[in-house]
């Protein structure tokens, strides 16, 4: 179900201070947007960095403590990896009964990795946007969809408080939509493993194994920008009838001949409804804080890997002959 402007009464946020924690891309542009709609904004910040630049853009600010006790709405906006932490030692010790704590996204809730005290609301305002966008879509006058949750309703009107914020922040006017911090979080990970980068790379080897040049392959399947004006078209027109704006042989080659046979399909589904279940029985997530925990050992060793391969090493050459490194 969607929810829109005339939804949303933000008379109900009157007299209660929003705490903005994490002044970084979705934080500075949703306190910009709240600021406007009237609604009274503090920012809680760590760091010289981030606490000159909302204190720059004229908002008080605090250290997150001092925030915590003082918001009666806390918008949890640090990363989702130092999240745990910082909610551990800044914001749980200050909650006070009837607090609102709100999250951009539903990870570190739907996998325990924070569990809220009970005498609090917990919902969750997640934009489909990056954080400029936040921003820069309100100004514009269209705004942005977000994914809209209600996790736990102490004061029994978290979900009023929920729409109102969604309006303050500029998201119900292009529209929020009813959803999960479960679903949230599946759909966001989902396709951050869906095999995107994996899908390019492959695309290039196996070109270059064809007797394509690594400078024409990489050209043609990302670095000559086209793919960014087709994503634009996916945007704006739909995934399919996007086509139309293509020649008649290239819509014919997606539309058709590039469909996987029924087999192939079957191949790739099966590897993606694995991927789904890795990431709803919370292996990917252990998995993380593993790496996380023995200090990103494994992640920079796979990068390493990769920075192995003629791939990477070529991609490389490309970028600097054309200037962009
Ligand atoms: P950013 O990386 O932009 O946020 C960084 C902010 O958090 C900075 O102000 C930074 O301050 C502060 N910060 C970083 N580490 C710490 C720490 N250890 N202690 C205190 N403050 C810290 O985050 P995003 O805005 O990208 O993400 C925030 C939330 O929004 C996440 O839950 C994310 O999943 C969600 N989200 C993000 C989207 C996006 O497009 N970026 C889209 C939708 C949701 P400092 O200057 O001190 O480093």
């Given amino acids: 179900q969607w929810y829109f402007d ?15 924690f994490g002044y970084g891309n979705q934080g500075r542009s949703q306190a910009l947007n709240m600021r406007d709609a009237g609604i009274d904004v503090i920012v809680g910040s760590r760091s010289d960095a981030s606490a000159e630049k909302s204190q720059e853009d004229g908002f008080e600010t605090l250290p997150l403590a001092e925030a915590a006790r003082k918001a009666d709405i806390l918008f949890v906006l640090v990363p989702d990896e130092v999240m745990p932490a910082v909610y551990a030692e800044h914001i749980a010790p200050n909650l006070v009964p009837g607090n609102v704590v709100n999250f951009a996204s539903g990870y570190n809730v739907h996998f325990k990795k924070i569990v809220p005290q009970d005498d609090v609301d917990v919902i969750m305002l997640a934009p489909r946007m990056v954080g400029q966008g936040v921003r820069d879509t309100v100004v514009a006058g269209v705004g942005f969809p977000s994914l809209v949750a209600v996790h736990q309703d102490a004061t029994g009107h978290a979900w009023s408080t929920l729409i109102a914020l969604a309006k303050a922040i500029g998201s119900t006017r292009m529209g929020v939509i009813e959803s999960s911090f479960e679903e949230e979080t599946v759909a966001d990970l989902f396709n951050e493993h869906f095999g995107f980068l994996h899908a390019v ?34 945007v704006d027109h739909g995934l399919f009838d996007q086509l139309k704006l293509h020649s008649r042989t290239s819509a014919f080659g997606q539309l058709a001949w590039a469909r996987p046979s029924p087999e192939a399909e079957q191949a790739s589904k099966d590897h993606l409804r694995n991927v789904i279940d890795r990431i709803k029985d919370g292996t990917f997530a252990s998995k993380w804080q593993e790496v996380q925990e023995g200090g990103m050992k494994e992640f920079e060793a796979a990068e390493a890997e990769l920075q192995q391969q003629p791939f990477w090493q070529e991609e490389l050459k490309l970028y600097k002959r054309l200037g962009r490194i």
Avoid: H, N, P
């Avoid at 939804?7 to 929003?18: E, N, R």
């Avoid at 070109?207 to 994503?231: D, T």
């Fill in 6 to 20: 005339e939804d949303g009464d933000l008379s109900v946020l009157a007299g209660k201070t929003v705490g903005v």
């Fill in 201 to 234: 790379r492959q695309g290039v080897e196996v070109l270059v194994e064809k007797g394509v040049s690594y400078e024409a392959a990489i050209l043609e399947l990302y670095a000559s920008g086209e793919m960014r004006e087709i994503g634009q078209y996916f």
